[in-house]
Nanobody, 118 residues
Framework: QVLLVESGGGLVQPGGSLRLSCRAP???????????MGWYRQAPGAQRELVAS???????DYNDSVKGRFTISRDNSRKMVWLQMNNLKPEDTAVYYC?????????WGQGAQVTVSS
């Protein structure tokens, strides 16, 4: 199992920006490098969905709803993944989670609450 810890959520007005961070404190670097990592989100009453992913070779993919607004990045030497979110909309409000892609049986962390509201 891979322990992942998210941080950086908060309350922001529509049009604002936030940056989420994810770290893997117990993984050795060579193992972290092998994983495709992703950011997921779950809005109230909705299913969890994959928002963005990044491979070990830094190939990225995005949900259509966030293309052009969100950017996923990683630093393998620091075992970290980030999600830069710009031009946030109220419909981006959700709990955001970092996890492997695919998740498999890896547990979910506590997540980071993102609330977009005026």
């Amino acid at each position: 199992q891979v322990l992942l810890v998210e941080s950086g959520g908060g309350l922001v007005q529509p049009g604002g920006s936030l940056r989420l961070s994810c770290r893997a404190p117990r993984l050795i670097t060579s193992t972290f490098n092998q994983y495709t990592m992703g950011w997921y989100r779950q809005a109230p009453g909705a299913q969890r969905e994959l928002v963005a992913s990044i491979s070990s070779g830094r190939n990225t993919d995005y949900n259509d709803s966030v293309k052009g607004r969100f950017t996923i990045s990683r630093d393998n030497s620091r075992k970290m993944v980030w999600l830069q979110m710009n031009n946030l909309k109220p419909e981006d409000t959700a709990v955001y989670y970092c996890n492997l892609v695919p998740v498999g049986t890896n547990p979910w962390g506590q997540g980071a609450q993102v609330t977009v509201s005026s």
